[in-house]
């Protein structure tokens, strides 16, 4: 069998978290990359192999699969470059920056007869695998829910909306999908913003329906200091609290008294416990077998559609509701 040929757009931080990974696939091979910083691109080949490409076009002529690992709004031209070349896309975070060009992509994406998924690593990583496990054995009421980040001030781009298209966009995003992956479908939401230490809105509270008849509280906030857990779910069930820590244990307590039962996989291989070694793997399944993504197309745009909305509720003062 030929091995998968990936081409990598953007050598950065993530480029190479998957490239790692890659170079280790036994069904695939790092066969092109290509950054606006050749230097950057170059010192990613010395440690994983690839042929450093001068453009774009260099790249999807030696590549099966393009990982779309450049700033967040380049990946709707980049996306639709490889999708028109004829290649499998895997397409970091964010799916797109706005409804329009999130629905642009997904007809692109829903057009082709190739594999495209999205980057929402936590979907694999075992701590939420385990907390979907654990409540689909018992129906979850409510919760309070929490993304933060320490600041927006390394590396400098995050606190650049040119790059990222707003802090929910950089790192809320995550949890966003998170809340559909596990509770389903929204149903209505209502928004606080405040804006203190970066020009933007960069604190958050939410308060969320599920059209389940679930609710929950989230908050996020952008220069939260590094206290740890950053991420963190508290979800509460008939007499039982199930509690998250970032991507290291779930706390599971049941009954009426104080006892508790821990999940940790603080042991585990980073890329294993933040979940990309298992989504990179699930790509190239997809490839191979023929079958549907884990997360689609669909998903990274709904993700999208609910950090529009928030905004949209905090400009209006309004509540916003879901077809």
């Excluded at 320490?150 to 966009?169: A, H, K, Q, R, S």
């Excluded at 405040?194 to 809105?201: F, K, N, R």
């Amino acid at each position: 069998m030929d091995k998968i040929r990936i081409g990598i757009v953007g050598t950065g931080y993530v480029g190479n978290v998957h490239g790692n990974i890659y170079a280790r696939e036994p069904r695939a091979e790092v066969a092109a990359l290509y950054d606006i910083i050749p230097e950057r691109a170059e010192a990613t080949a010395k440690r994983i192999g690839g042929r450093v490409c001068t453009s774009q076009e260099e790249l999807l002529d030696n590549c099966d699969a393009v990982l779309v690992c450049a700033p967040n709004r380049t990946h709707i031209s980049i996306a639709s470059a490889a999708i028109d070349a004829g290649k499998h896309v895997f397409c970091e975070k964010p799916f797109a920056i706005g409804i329009e060009e999130a629905t642009l992509l997904l007809e692109r994406a829903n057009a082709s007869n190739k594999a495209f998924q999205v980057g929402h690593n936590r979907r694999f990583a075992p701590v939420y695998v385990k907390l979907k496990d654990l409540l689909s054995t018992d129906a979850a009421h409510s919760a309070h829910i929490k993304m933060n980040r320490g600041e927006l001030l390394n590396p400098v781009w995050t606190g650049d909306t040119n790059v990222t298209g707003g802090f929910l966009y950089e790192t809320t995003i995550h949890y966003f999908d998170m809340l559909r992956y596990q509770f389903g479908e929204i149903d209505e939401l209502v928004a606080y913003g405040s804006q203190h230490e970066y020009p933007e809105i960069d604190e958050f509270s939410i308060i969320f329906k599920f059209k389940s008849g679930f609710h929950c509280s989230f908050a996020s906030s952008s220069d939260a200091s590094w206290f740890f857990p950053f991420e963190r779910f508290e979800v509460f069930c008939h007499h039982r609290t199930i509690v998250t820590e970032e991507m290291v244990k779930v706390m599971d307590c049941r009954g009426t008294n104080a006892d508790f039962e821990t999940f940790s996989y603080h042991m585990g291989e980073e890329d294993f416990r933040r979940g990309f070694l298992q989504e990179d793997k699930s790509f190239i399944d997809c490839i191979l077998e023929g079958s549907a993504p884990k997360v689609t197309a669909l998903d990274g745009f709904k993700a999208v559609e609910i950090v529009e909305a928030v905004y949209r509720a905090i400009a209006t003062g309004e509540k916003v509701r879901f077809a």
